[in-house]
């Protein structure tokens, strides 16, 4: 039996999306998994596999992608990267996985390609998914579904908006606990006695007003996923409990005597630095150790300000106002923009928007005052007026120009004249910013 042969029966024999390749690219082999996923039909000893995956005569390395083909040849170990790929359902994230195949004098004869399809991102919109193409996005990706391959405590880790729940649910929806209840537990204001009655559950007549027996949350949960929410401001007093809970998966209902066991997966996520907490003295160690298995970090928006235009499309698609565009000008004001309360406060900025445009067309007018040229935080003063900070001529303009016409209460020929340009010109530089005059 030749090589090809046998390549092609251990490729047969994997249920996920697979091809044979040798370091010129060329596909040698492939099965049927792969072949239902793309469109474009693999001749074997002709086609490359960035023409069936990329639509592109040229690897994925030269469109920005890390190619998994060229750290394989260089590390001659296995190696993965998260892909945007051209399959028969259009553009979808796929997790690639390459393994140099070598003979018996230990010669790599080429290398397997496994891909696994990512069905909770995509960088279009598309409802129930998490949104985005850009760098850090795509990092996320990865230890997502790094994370999904086991049971291991996760923490996710970012600002306050980052989208902490949507991930904790992509890392229960690509485990193999997908079918299982995924359950949130928001620790913020949860007090000791709600704290034991929520998670644990109770019996009838435990306490006051206690009429019939209670589930709690945990036991719910069982064979799924459990997301505390703003694990870091657990109290104290009750983090001792949490801990014997996690490392036991053993709890008592209150008023009750029967032991009971829950099978779960932990994910937590916090915005503060729970290990400044555990310095502090305000955060266990050992608890902290016992759920930082696997820390994500989740980007911010300034992080990741490429997803901006793509996320504002999906968020406007899936409201009331789905009928409503923004304009260009809007677009470029919205990019400019530091979003500190992250992916929530754009989605509240974009129904904010879209309720107040009277026209179909959301124009830069409509957004909010805050995100305004003139609405300048104290630190954009400063830097205005040490020069510590170069703006673009065209921000400047833009900034300046907002102003006025807010301002100014003349007619178009009078401004012009003030700026000492033509009327033409005021009019094309307005049309340029999408700016028109109040007094009009």
Request: glycine fraction near 6%.
């Amino acid at each position: 039996m030749d090589n090809t042969t046998v390549v092609q029966s251990m490729i047969n024999a994997i249920d996920k999306p697979a091809i044979f390749i040798t370091p010129d690219y060329v596909i040698h082999a492939v099965n049927e998994a792969y072949a239902e996923t793309y469109e474009t039909k693999v001749i074997l000893g002709q086609s490359k596999c960035h023409q069936i995956s990329h639509h592109s005569n040229e690897p994925c390395d030269k469109h920005g992608e890390d190619c998994p083909l060229q750290k394989c040849l260089s590390t001659t170990r296995a190696a993965n990267a998260i892909h945007i790929h051209s399959t028969a359902h259009g553009k979808s994230y796929c997790d690639i996985l390459m393994k140099p195949i070598k003979d018996n004098d230990g010669q790599i004869l080429g290398f397997l390609e496994i891909l696994d399809a990512i069905d909770y991102a995509s960088i279009e919109s598309k409802k129930g998914t998490m949104v985005g193409q850009s760098a850090p996005f795509k990092e996320m990706l990865n230890r997502i579904n790094r994370a999904s391959q086991s049971n291991i405590a996760v923490l996710l880790q970012g600002e306050t908006g980052a989208g902490k729940e949507l991930v904790a649910k992509a890392v229960h929806q690509a485990s193999s606990r997908s079918d299982k209840p995924f359950v949130v537990i928001e620790c913020t204001g949860l007090s000791e006695n709600l704290f034991e009655s929520e998670l644990f559950g109770y019996e009838k007549g435990a306490f006051t007003g206690a009429t019939t027996s209670k589930k709690g949350l945990i036991e719910i949960a069982h064979g799924g996923t459990v997301f505390f929410d703003e694990i870091g401001d657990v109290p104290m007093n009750m983090q001792v409990k949490l801990l014997r809970l996690l490392e036991t998966q053993c709890y008592r209902a209150v008023g009750g005597l029967k032991q009971k066991r829950s099978d779960f997966r932990l994910v937590s996520a916090s915005h503060k630095n729970l290990l400044d907490l555990v310095e502090k003295g305000e955060f266990r160690r050992d608890l902290y150790y016992r759920i930082a298995g696997f820390p994500i970090y989740l980007p911010s928006l300034r992080e990741r300000h490429d997803d901006i235009p793509t996320l504002v499309n999906h968020f406007i698609k899936y409201s009331e106002y789905k009928h409503k565009k923004f304009s260009a000008n809007a677009f470029t004001l919205l990019s400019r923009y530091a979003y500190p309360g992250n992916i929530r406060e754009l989605k509240n900025i974009i129904e904010q928007s879209a309720l107040i445009a009277n026209e179909d067309m959301i124009h830069s007018s409509d957004l909010p005052e805050i995100v305004q040229p003139n609405h300048l935080s104290t630190e954009e003063n400063n830097s205005l007026k040490t020069a510590t900070t170069i703006m673009s001529l065209d921000d400047v303009e833009y900034r300046y120009l907002f102003q006025v016409c807010e301002q100014f209460q003349g007619s178009p020929a009078e401004l012009a004249i003030k700026l000492n340009i033509s009327v033409r010109t005021l009019y094309r530089k307005l049309q340029r910013y999408d700016l028109k005059l109040t007094a009009l």
